[in-house]
T-cell receptor, first 114, second 116 residues
Framework: AQSVAQPEDQVNVAEGNPLTVKCTYS??????LFWYVQYPNRGLQFLLKYITGDNLVKGSYGFEAEFNKSQTSFHLKKPSALVSDSALYFC????????????WGAGTKLIIKP | NAGVTQTPKFRILKIGQSMTLQCAQD?????MYWYRQDPGMGLKLIYYSVGAGITDKGEVPNGYNVSRSTTEDFPLRLELAAPSQTSVYFC???????????????FGNGTRLTVT
């Protein structure tokens, strides 16, 4: 069965420092991977996706993600964190066994401290 | 640009009551989804629809029903509310062609439901 894991419930980063939010996946076949962000009392917003091609994917708000096939990872990164980046981040993978519906990680709370 | 609109934003139900969560999108998306979000659990798919007149069960459909009579609307019905249905419910939509699974989902702002 397809699955996705976000091993950290919370990540704390000082403003201006680089940030990484981790995601690992397990799929049969080629992975379709996504990152979404959720601000308080709001719905999720799409950040970026990996379907094929370059392993480094660039997305909204200065975020990027690195696809690593050998480590089955898709970590979200940003070179310099902003306080406004504080939010809940979700990784998701397409489930080829369930009509290509998304399987979601449990989410990682990112806290950026001034 | 309304996007995906969900109503109501909050609701408190007594056990056994019924209600309908409304969802409408104005982007002419063919796919629509209902998810529930519980703390530390990510999102669980309740039902989805690939177009008007077509619906299918997701991962956690028990206790819920849906209909899709138009492209724009996708209401979620709770017939006999139970405390286990206390959650935040999100509606989402996307435009997907049969050979493409790349389209991002557009989410509403959610309905926070408490069943007591």
């Amino acid at each position: 069965a397809q699955s996705v894991a976000q091993p950290e419930d919370q990540v704390n980063v000082a403003e201006g420092n680089p940030l990484t939010v981790k995601c690992t996946y397990s799929v049969s076949g080629n992975p379709y991977l996504f990152w979404y962000v959720q601000y308080p009392n709001r719905g999720l917003q799409f950040l970026l996706k990996y379907i094929t091609g370059d392993n480094l994917v660039k997305g909204s708000y200065g975020f990027e993600a690195e696809f690593n096939k050998s480590q089955t990872s898709f970590h979200l990164k940003k070179p310099s964190a902003l306080v406004s980046d504080s939010a809940l981040y979700f990784c998701a993978v397409r489930d080829m066994d369930s009509n290509y519906q998304l399987i979601w990680g449990a989410g990682t709370k990112l806290i950026i401290k001034p | 640009n309304a996007g995906v609109t969900q109503t109501p934003k909050f609701r408190i139900l007594k056990i056994g009551q019924s209600m309908t969560l409304q969802c409408a999108q104005d982007m002419n998306h063919n796919y629509m989804y209902w998810y529930r979000q519980d703390p530390g659990m990510g999102l669980k798919l309740i039902y989805y629809s690939v177009g008007a007149g077509i619906t299918d069960k997701g991962e956690v459909p028990n206790g819920y029903n849906v209909s899709r009579s138009t492209t724009e609307d996708f209401p979620l019905r709770l017939e006999l509310a139970a405390p286990s249905q206390t959650s935040v419910y999100f509606c989402a939509s996307s435009y997907s062609q049969s050979s493409s699974y790349n389209s991002p989902l557009h989410f509403g702002n959610g309905t926070r439901l408490t069943v007591t």
